[in-house]
């Protein structure tokens, strides 16, 4: 871990303690406006990225969404057990709510609800066949510690899919900062009609964000094999999927 005071608290390996308490009321307050926001300002690739994640998994799969925020991926796991996690009590509050009413209409049983961080997370080890992070691998206050731990609770020869903020490398980064300072914070204003709307915190975990490699060594490091990057279509998102060995 480098130095951070110079960035405000962020660096690609992690955030720290005061940063990270001032960025989860920030995320709290994206609650009501959340999937407007995100549909806007990747002009409605959000849904496509999502599904290409979700086909990851399969009916039947034990599954754990890390950093589940207000259900918006949750929501469409189908036939599957079900775990949400999230260290925010309001933003678990939302996400049960919405999830639990769709797994009821659907026949399913209720999904689990863990209010936790990623790098500590009061589950057992070896239990789940998939574990997804959407949009919440950028906010670990810990990345390698965040991985470690979702390592322990996969199941032998399960996959980690992360999708978050495309980063490919340095250049495909400047082009991203240049969207996220400019038509992303436009959106944010336009649909908040708050000039200090939080997606400007947003902006700050993507600046300080790492490339593919810089994730894929992390992976490694950890111990995942089959470490894949790419971005997807149209390049907004990042999905890194990695494995945890046989034995
Ligand atoms: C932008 S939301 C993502 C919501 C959702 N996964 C989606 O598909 O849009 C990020 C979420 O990550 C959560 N988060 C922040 N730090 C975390 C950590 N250290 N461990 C797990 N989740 C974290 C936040 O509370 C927030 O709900």
Redesign the pocket.
């Known amino acids: 871990m480098s130095d951070r005071t110079g960035t405000g608290g962020f660096d690609p390996s992690g955030i720290d303690d005061d940063a990270?308490t001032e960025l989860?009321k920030q995320?709290e307050a994206t609650i009501p406006v959340y999937d407007r926001v995100?549909r806007i300002m990747t002009l409605g690739f959000d849904k496509g990225m999502?599904r290409h994640v979700r086909n990851h998994a399969k009916s039947g799969m034990n599954v754990l969404?890390?950093?589940?925020?207000?259900g918006?991926?949750a929501v469409d796991l189908v036939g599957m057990e079900l775990t949400c996690?999230?260290?925010?009590t309001e933003?678990l509050k939302v996400c049960r709510k919405r999830v639990d009413a769709i797994r009821n209409k659907r026949g399913e049983a209720p999904a689990k609800y863990v209010e936790a961080?990623?790098?500590d997370m009061p589950l057992p080890d070896n239990t789940f066949d998939r574990v997804f992070c959407?949009?919440?691998f950028r906010?670990?206050?810990d990345k390698k510690q965040?991985l470690s731990e979702i390592f322990r609770v996969l199941k032998p020869d399960g996959q980690l899919v992360i999708c978050d903020a495309g980063k490919a490398n340095k250049i495909h980064g400047l082009f991203g900062r240049l969207y996220m300072m400019t038509f992303v914070q436009w959106v944010a204003r336009w649909v908040t009609k708050d000039p200090n709307h939080p997606w400007k915190w947003l902006a700050k975990t993507y600046t300080h964000y790492g490339t593919h490699s810089y994730y894929k060594k992390m992976l490694n490091e950890v111990g995942f094999i089959d470490v894949k990057a790419r971005l997807l279509f149209p390049g907004m998102s990042s999905r890194f999927k990695a494995k945890k060995p046989q034995k």
């Open positions: 990270w989860e995320l995100n999502r969404e890390v950093g589940c925020g207000p918006s991926f996690l999230d260290p925010s933003m961080i990623a790098e959407l949009f919440s906010d670990f206050k965040g």
